[in-house]
């Protein structure tokens, strides 16, 4: 009788899961997807030829498996032509090697990020900031906050209390809508990890000695939050994930769109079938052997029956999600800035956060930068604003165009954009965008405990474990999950040390 894996998602995590189940045994992956689309969070959105990035996904691993595995699947096209001229292949099916630069827009000016000590950062800041700042990080360094019990002890253990306030703060606030002293660290620890002041001033001093040749695109040596080159699909995240989701199909696997799982049927102890309600409203059943789960930790528990102990359950229950709103907006050209170029006034930027107290706007994409082929004409800007906010909140609940117009008149507001320069935007909505760190998270124990009983169930992926896992995290959990199946093992130990132990992550699973 054929055996199959049922799986709860169609992201990174799921997607991945599929594949290597295909390529590694006669076990068939049947996916249950809520959306018309692959990729979850890292989907493409097509507007009109103008392709958007939900949130940013850079191609970049520690993980050799890891960038084989992209690599397999699209081949990484040459930087330069014949002529030492960058080019953009004409061939649709390949990765880009793109250059990364973020940067934090505060005070109406461009900050290094990390921060550094640059000129231009000094002079936007002013000498007695500096001197604050400067006298703050060695008091952290000499009277640390024992224990850190939320992410204002971690950030201001690290950078001091006057850096934490002027670059941190705000913004990660803007991110979770809560204080950061309501957060827990582990969510500083997951994100930042590795990185300090000293680390990001040797990083900037290796760069003034360092040759002016590219560095090599897998920077083993570099905090991945200092990284300078990634790899891109031509046309955007969403491409790899449909090219994987085609494969899985080609290959006799199962994808069904539009089936959101609304029971997971426990039998002694195991998972013996899965309920999902389509789009028309009707029921189905899926008997299978094994459940790899991405969906939300609070939704899957609470489809079990019978359900968890009214313990767990609560936990389960009181587990909190951040969601997220982007807008692209298409504009003739950006307002004149000193490293402008160009006659769009183009920054170089790939990303922008937006440090500004007075806008609720959190961060900015600039399309054209990440691939021009994401960018219809590439006479225009095609910018992505990025809102945190929670399902059916004031930003949520506004209506597509009253929320173009409040977004467009914030980045007029900040003197990023002319309002005579709109062309055209595009409003997304994406709930359950981030798993919080706060609400039961502190108990999330007792959910791990509880799941780990459960022989034949995986949690992997960033909402199916309640982890800020990046892309390349959520793919090594999956396959993981797939060599525990393939093997008969039931423990559940090495997909939750992913993202954890660093040397696990990045060495162990090369």
């Known amino acids: 009788m054929e055996k199959r894996v049922l799986i709860a998602g169609a992201g990174p995590a799921g997607l991945t899961a599929a594949l290597e189940l295909i390529r590694h045994s006669d076990i068939k992956p049947v996916i249950f997807e809520t959306l018309d689309d692959v990729g979850g969070i890292s989907r493409t959105i097509n507007h009109k030829g103008n392709r958007m990035d939900i949130g940013g996904h850079r191609f970049f691993s520690k993980s050799d498996w890891v960038m084989n595995w992209w690599r397999e699947i699209m081949p990484v096209a040459p930087e330069k032509n014949e002529d030492g001229l960058s080019i953009i292949p004409e061939s649709d099916r390949h990765m880009l090697i793109r250059p990364r630069l973020s940067r934090i827009y505060f005070l109406r000016h461009f900050f290094d990020y990390p921060v550094s000590l640059s000129a231009g950062t000094m002079t936007n800041l002013g000498i007695w900031r500096l001197i604050k700042i400067g006298v703050s990080y060695l008091w952290s360094c000499v009277f640390q906050r024992k224990p850190e019990r939320n992410l204002e002890d971690f950030f201001t253990n690290r950078f001091g209390s006057e850096l934490y306030r002027t670059f941190f703060k705000d913004y990660t606030e803007k991110v979770w809508g809560v204080p950061c002293h309501e957060i827990s660290p582990d969510w500083g620890a997951q994100r930042v990890k590795g990185l300090s002041v000293i680390g990001t001033l040797l990083h900037a001093a290796k760069k003034l000695f360092a040759s002016s040749r590219p560095a090599d695109v897998s920077q083993k040596n570099t905090n991945t939050s200092l990284i300078e080159r990634f790899l891109y699909p031509k046309f955007g995240p969403g491409q ?24 997971v049927n426990l039998i002694e102890g195991k998972v013996a079938s899965v309920d999902t309600l389509d789009i028309a409203g009707k029921h189905h059943n899926w008997q299978g052997d094994w459940l790899i789960s991405t969906m939300a930790v609070r939704d899957l528990f609470a489809a079990m029956q019978p359900p968890p102990s009214a313990a767990v359950s609560r936990v389960a229950s009181g ?47 600039i399309f054209n930068n990440w691939s021009p082929a994401l960018v219809r004409n590439n006479d225009t800007v095609w910018i992505g604003l990025e809102y945190f906010c929670q399902e059916d909140d004031e930003l949520w609940s506004m209506p597509d165009d009253a929320f173009s117009r409040f977004a467009i008149g914030e980045l007029a507001k900040i003197d990023l954009i002319d309002l005579v320069d709109v062309l055209d935007t595009h409003v997304v909505r994406v709930p359950k965008a981030y798993p919080a760190y706060f609400g039961t998270y502190d108990e999330f124990d007792a959910i791990r405990e509880y799941a780990d009983t459960i022989p034949n169930l995986f949690l992997v992926g960033r909402n199916g474990m309640h982890r800020y896992n990046n892309q390349d995290h959520s793919m090594l959990t999956a396959n993981l999950a797939v060599e525990a199946i393939l093997s008969g093992s039931t423990s559940k130990e090495a997909i939750w040390s992913i993202n954890v132990d660093d040397e696990y992550h990045e060495e162990k699973q090369n």
Do not use: S
């Open 319 to 365: 587990l909190c999600y951040r969601d997220f709103m982007t807008m692209g907006l298409l504009v003739k050209k950006l307002k004149p800035t000193k490293d402008g170029k160009g006659p769009q006034n183009l920054v170089p930027d790939t990303w922008i956060y937006i440090q500004e107290p007075d806008v609720k706007l959190g961060r900015l994409q």
């Open 240 to 263: 790899m994930w449909q090219l994987v989701a085609a494969e899985v199909l080609a290959r006799g696997g199962e994808i069904h769109h539009g089936h959101r799982v609304v029971g």
